[in-house]
């Protein structure tokens, strides 16, 4: 074990060689773009050189991204937005990009739940474990019964997530499994970062019970890489599940409607708010599969072509730690293929051997009780393995577009959202807080530039 000394020499060695060489400059593209794109498409366009089919599916699924639903058309009966771009966001005009929320925005999601003497309930005779914040009684049909959902008094555990962006999630879901597999228990500073599971859904278990109301999906186990918690496994669930849940629009693998008192068929809504034409809403999944396809296809944003300043930062952030967290690249796997409505796929190249250059390592850490539910007095909202302080390493991609940070986007500042990393993140962040203000703004015109 090196002692404190050695450390602050290797520090300084590092910081020093940053300074003299200019050959730490990397090229406007990173060190490993892939050599056949010539022009990174701008945030919110597809990636480069999709064939007709795939731009197709890419402008289908943009128009479902930005379509507001209708009640007749599955919205509801409870729901948050009406439109995936309404708390996604946009830039330039194209949807996909960084949410135009900041600081206490209105399209934060609230989960909440019990925490019952470290066992996790959610609440779901109560209207958990997310709340919907609309009822389509507001929107038209004031017959509904269902008024809009607030949490419970008695929650002890509530849980806020601010909405991400939706782009480069393609790349992120062909990486390969043993990819990330391979940082787990990464050691450093007392880094063990660890894959949360979820399964890749073939199919639902036939009927749903008492002890557990939402139809479990069945297929095989896959780690987790989307959500704040890493809990969704691949990017065909992380479109179809919060479709429902968001804006209420049901679909084979999530059937049910959501009420205040749990969970429904369809047919079994109160008449007065009975008012799809469908059940499920999607019942052709066309809808589901187009907002899978649109998120697949759209491109990474674009980085910027580094400064004197930010390559000096780039390597103050690898001096520090940072990037055995944030790890700077991962490589998606040989083949991926995009699953299409009518059950067949098609191939799509421009996800298969690239560097995805997303800054993260795709595992859940403990972040400490600054950043946990609740400030660590409970055990949070679980999610598989996470809980509590438990966050997905944060991909940085980007980042230069968001106008506000951290899980719950408590601040716009880039310096505090540091600051607060704690748990196994504390000894990077202490680093980072003794440099000099100088070097902070290096590392942070760095990251402004991914």
Known sequence: MKNNGTKKLTLGVAVLAAMLSPLLVPGP???????????????????AGLSPQLQALFNVGQDVFLHEFTAEEGLGPLYNERACQTCHGGLGGRPGGPDPNGVGSSF????????????????????GPVRQARSIRDNGFPACPFNAETVPAFANVVSERHTPAVWGFGLLDAIPDRTILRREGWGRDGIIGFANWGREP?????????????????GASRVGRFGWRAQTATLEQFSADPFNIELGVSNPFFPQERTPTGLVNGGELPPECDVALDHPNDVTQEDSMALYHFQALLAPPPRLRPTRDSARGRVLFHAIGCDSCHVPRMRTANRYYMELADGSSVRVPQLEREWVHAYSDLLVHDMGPALADNGGTTIGRTMGRARGGHWRTTPLWGLRFKTAYLHDGRTADLREAILAHGGEGQASRDRFDSLSTRSQNRIMEFLMRL
């Open 29 to 47: 593209d990173g060190d490993h773009a892939a050599a056949h794109h010539p022009r990174q498409p701008d945030a919110g366009e597809p990636l």
């Open 202 to 218: 073939q199919a639902l278990e036939p009927t749903p019970t008492a002890a557990q109301p939402e139809r479990q999906l069945r």
């Open 108 to 127: 934060n999601v609230i989960h909440f739940g019990l925490d019952q003497g470290g066992l996790y309930n959610a609440l779901r005779t109560f209207g």
